[in-house]
């Protein structure tokens, strides 16, 4: 049956009804009536046979059983009602039971039974997930127990006081006319209860709800004039009266509509309108509560109060509902609670990246204003003279680019792309403090935002750089990753900045770091001469000095005591208007200009000057790019710097810092020999990262190596310190003297210790600093 033709079915019904109205008149006698009763009776169990066999032939699976049992029902009944025409039409019993006819009668119930089981079996559609109960309330087991109980409790009273009742207390003729009469209301309780529960706890969009709807509704009123019937039988009544029998002609009716009716499982598009409330659902279970109210009130208004058993079923079926309601609360809190956490989660889908995990670029903007306003940036917030007033918290913003991210993509695809963009996260977030905000701006591009007691910006971009250089596993393959930095400091004295403000300056300071060579790190200073160019400040200086160009000096220490053996000269460089360049910048842009000798031999010639200025008795370190070793002008510059300045040879160590690899070995051995032959020893620097190897070290007869930071991390002890202890032990056998690089914390130094290095350099020791101050901190330490 389709849509189109639940008009003329609606028709039929009304027709019907008015039919078994006018009939119950008996306007033409009560012998017409009863044949004309009859007839409406048999003629609706026929037809629902006929409905019920014809369309299961059309269908297949669930819906053909489910309609082949219920026509198999109804043929039993239909036979029962043959039967009982024949004696009462023809005859002459008014209430010929028991009879034959009950054996058929009875049979539906458990046809019908069996039934409304295959139908609920039916519940899956094909096109969609399995409903799952627990989706609606956390105790939805128990809510079905409960509703199943206050239903059938209801019906049992109202079944009780309609018939069942009187049959217990009537004296029947004999046993099998009372377990006759008894078993109408019994079989058609148990029947009513599972529809009804099939009905309150099923999908409201399911497609096979009209069939159990109009099926419970056939089933309902077939029970109702069975209780009738029984009444009637238990009272010793000669006739039925075709208005007590009009259940018997909807019933079969509604059972025929349901058995027509045959949905459309076609698949549907899952982004329709939302399902609304069934109201059905929610009401049914209450629906015979309300009658047994309203029964129990007449039955106290007539005078004829209610029995033991309506009393005692009563005070538990209100029982009941209170512990549905108590039930509901509770699933009313847990709702709630489900509602807030999933508010929460909302929240922070919003403003937190779903890549990495890492706030996004609007959590990010609202904690840097915070900050903007907590550093006292504001100029409500300033002391005169620019100096922050108490409780300003100072920050550092810190804009990290990924050098050459597409590369990734085309390589390894985006699922590769992904996997590396969370690994670079990870490791951004192991370099600073918890208090800090780390944030991914869209696509490679990230945003750091230092609060707080800070450490030296410059170091902790250092840090950032040093753990991104460590390869990446993606796919199986180590990919190194580079990245350019941008760094701005705010200055508390500038008025009225805003987040955007620096998030743009951060950003023009890291494309200034790409256009130097990429692997860079920035800082911003306000500047009119556009980006730093360190390649002209050294051809200006003309074998001079340039510019804002600097050395800063780090000590190395002798372990366990601490005491200053050496320091490490380091360049730096800061440009007009005060912005500090990183070393990786101007050093590489030197390089890619051709001035790197230019750059090792004022490096060299400027350290020498300061050492043997400052008259300290210490070795000094220099580092000189591979590129440049077998050079003639290198060997030519230690000399000269070396006489110039009087300084002896053993205390100067040249450092072969491979930020490019050694391009002939042989000839870079032979130049490292000519180089100890005047005295001065040779360095591995980095060694275990860049192009640093076991075969470098075998080829090159360097006297020391400098261990990477990366391999005193101290992130796996046991593994760190067995491979140090390697390296240490395998330079021993070489004759060669290891530094280690990097120690920042007393754990660090503890673990170099155990592995059996003596000498150490990091921050745990001294920050790179001019030698004037590095010289007092030296001879405090001695």
Not at 146 to 175: E, H, N
Not at 648 to 658: F, Q
Not at 728 to 742: F, I, P, S, T, Y
């Amino acid at each position: 049956m389709t849509v189109r033709r639940y008009p003329v079915a609606i028709l039929l019904v009304v027709v019907t009804v008015a039919l078994v109205a006018v009939n119950g008149l008996a306007l033409w006698g009560d012998t017409f009536a009863l044949w004309i009763d009859d007839a409406m009776q048999l003629s609706a169990g026929v037809s629902a046979v006929v409905c019920g066999f014809l369309v299961a032939r059309r269908v297949r699976g669930h819906q053909r059983w489910w309609r082949a049992v219920i026509a198999l029902g109804m043929t039993g009944w239909s036979l029962g009602q043959c039967v009982w025409s024949w004696y009462q039409l023809i005859d002459g019993r008014g209430l010929p039971s028991p009879s034959l006819a009950d054996v058929g009668y009875l049979s539906f119930p458990v046809f019908a039974l069996v039934a409304l089981f295959i139908l609920a079996r039916a519940r899956i559609r094909p096109d969609r997930e399995r409903w799952q109960p627990t989706q609606w309330t956390a105790h939805f087991g128990v809510a079905v127990v409960l509703d199943g109980l206050v239903v059938t409790g209801s019906l049992f009273i109202l079944t009780w006081t309609a018939a069942l009742g009187q049959l217990v207390r009537a004296t029947a003729p004999d046993a099998l006319a009372w377990a006759v009469a008894i078993a109408y209301p019994l079989s058609d309780l148990v029947v009513v209860v599972v529809a009804v529960l099939l009905v309150v706890f099923d999908r409201v969009d399911r497609p096979y709800r009209a069939n159990l709807l109009l099926l419970a509704v056939g089933i309902v009123a077939l029970a109702c004039s069975d209780s009738v019937f029984a009444y009637l039988v238990s009272i010793g009544a000669e006739s039925m009266k075709p208005w007590s029998d009009a259940g018997f002609v909807l019933g079969p009716l509604f059972i025929a509509y349901a058995l027509l009716v045959t949905p459309d499982t076609r698949r549907r598009d899952e982004a329709g309108p939302p399902v609304g409330v069934d109201w059905w659902q929610l009401a049914l279970p209450y629906v015979p509560v309300t009658a047994v109210a309203l029964l129990i009130t007449v039955q106290v208004v007539a005078g004829a109060g209610p029995d033991a058993v309506e009393v005692y079923v009563g005070v538990l079926v209100v029982l009941l509902v209170l512990a549905r309601q108590l039930l509901s609360l509770l699933d009313n809190r847990l709702l709630l609670r489900r509602v807030y956490e999933g508010q929460q989660q909302l929240t922070h889908q919003a403003y937190h990246d779903p890549l990495t995990g890492l706030a996004n670029r609007l959590l990010f903007a609202d904690r840097l204003d915070r900050a903007i306003e907590q550093s006292g940036t504001k100029q409500s917030g300033i002391k005169q003279g620019g100096e922050p007033v108490d409780g300003q918290r100072p920050l550092v913003l810190i804009f990290v680019d990924l050098d050459d991210f597409k590369e990734v993509n085309d390589r390894f695809g985006h699922a590769g792309g992904d996997a590396l963009l969370h690994a670079v996260a990870q490791r951004l977030l192991s370099c600073v403090r918890s208090g800090d905000t780390v944030a991914r701006l869209g696509g490679d591009e990230f945003a750091i935002l230092l609060e707080g007691e800070l450490d030296a910006p410059q170091a902790v971009a250092d840090r950032i750089q040093g753990v991104l250089r460590r390869p990446f596993a993606v796919d199986g393959t180590l990919v190194p990753v580079r990245a350019s930095m941008g760094l701005v400091v705010p200055d508390p004295a500038e008025p009225l900045i805003t987040s955007d403000v620096l998030l743009g300056r951060a950003d023009t300071s890291m494309y200034a770091g790409k256009r130097l060579g990429k692997d860079t790190t920035v800082v911003y200073r306000p500047s009119q001469d556009g980006p730093p160019d360190f390649p002209s400040a050294l051809r200006r200086a003309d074998g001079g000095l340039p510019d804002g160009f600097a050395l800063v000096f780090q000590p190395i220490v002798r372990l366990p005591d601490e005491t200053p053996v050496a320091v490490e000269a380091l360049a730096r460089w800061t440009t007009r208007d005060g912005a500090s360049v990183s070393p990786e910048t101007f050093v590489r842009a030197a390089e890619g200009a051709g001035l790197g000798a230019e750059l090792d031999a004022l490096v060299l010639d400027l350290a020498c000057r300061e050492i043997a200025a400052a008259g300290l008795d210490l070795t000094v370190h220099v580092n000189v790019c591979a590129s440049g070793l077998g050079a003639a002008a290198l060997e030519q510059s230690v000399g000269a710097s070396l006489a110039r300045y009087r300084l002896p040879a053993d205390r100067l160590v040249v450092e072969i810092t491979e930020t490019v690899p050694v391009p002939d070995l042989c000839a870079g051995a032979e130049a490292i020999r000519r180089l100890q032959e005047l005295g001065v020893r040779v360095a591995l620097d980095d060694f275990g990262a860049g192009y640093s190897s076991l075969t470098v070290l075998h080829a090159l007869p360097v006297d020391l190596i400098k261990l990477d930071r990366a391999l005193t991390t101290g992130v796996q002890p046991e593994r760190d310190t067995a491979l140090c202890r390697s390296l240490v032990g395998l330079c021993a056998d070489l004759d060669m003297a290891v530094v280690a690089e990097g120690i920042e914390t007393a754990e660090q130094a503890e673990l170099i210790i155990r592995a059996g290095c003596t000498t150490a350099q990091g921050y745990l020791f001294g920050h790179p600093a001019p030698l004037s101050a590095l010289r007092l901190s030296t001879l405090s330490a001695g």
